[in-house]
């Protein structure tokens, strides 16, 4: 089970933290990633990083201002989210799978999601 949070309304500019908690198995076997899906739009990704968390990508709409992290001994993921825009407003997944993958059927885990809305 995953279980997002953090979200909330930010004026643009600014930074917020999300956090993703897992429960019901070894999280460290996996890797896990950040989605996100905006209104109207599919779902996309944002970030990945492996079981190791020596390795993460990122889509290119966010790289150098978002960070994802994980600790594994707290079964947790985070996204590290600066220099928020507008077109940032989206709810956002956190999932986990096996590897790495740049597509949602990618990922057997999934949480529910949590709101970021991003305002002028």
Known sequence: QLVESGGMLVQAGGSLRLSCAASGGTFSNYAAAWFRQAPGKDREFVASVIWSGRY??????????????????????????????????????????????????????WGQGTSVTVTV
């Open 56 to 109: 993460s990508d990122y889509a290119d709409s966010v790289k150098g201002r978002f960070t994802i992290s994980r600790d594994n001994a707290r079964n947790a993921v985070y996204l590290q989210m600066s220099s928020l825009k507008p077109e940032d407003t989206a709810i956002y997944y956190c999932a986990a799978g096996r590897a790495i993958a740049f597509r949602p059927d990618g990922y057997d885990y």
